[in-house]
């Protein structure tokens, strides 16, 4: 069973970057659409990017859009989430999760979540 381990978190200065890696273990990531979700205090769950297993990209949340960078290496089992330019509102719990084959465009599909990784953007 496929299972999934957030790092990379930490706390960073507004602009600063951070990568998170989403690793997989006990399953190959070959055909498996890997997003990044976050949940900021008080808020939702929300989307950020998912890749699929082509690459294709697909962007949930506009606000991230043109700051973070999903990529993938199949031969490491690992999805990364590069942000840049982060900002106080980045700050949340990221978390990554499957989806077999396609970035469903709801969340509830995806499965295998990991615990989450803290990001704290803040002076």
């Known amino acids: 069973q496929l299972q999934l381990a957030e790092s990379g978190g930490g706390l960073v200065q507004p602009g600063g970057s951070l990568r998170l890696s989403c690793e997989a273990s006990?399953?190959?990531?070959?055909?498996?659409?890997i997003g990044w979700f976050r949940q900021a205090p008080g808020k939702e769950r929300e989307g950020v990017k998912c890749?699929?297993?082509?690459?294709?990209?697909?962007n949930y949340a506009e606000s991230v859009k043109d700051r973070f960078t999903i990529s993938r290496d199949n031969a490491r089992n690992t999805v990364y989430l590069q942000m840049n330019t982060l900002k106080p509102e980045d700050t949340a719990v990221y978390y990554c999760?499957?989806?077999?084959?396609?970035?469903?465009?709801?969340?509830?599909?995806?499965?295998?979540w990991g615990q989450g990784t803290q990001v704290t953007v803040s002076s």
């Open positions: 999760a499957a989806h077999y084959t396609i970035c469903s465009d709801f969340m509830a599909l995806f499965n295998s």
């Open positions: 006990e399953s190959t990531l070959d055909y498996q659409a």
């Open positions: 890749i699929a297993p082509n690459g294709h990209v697909t």
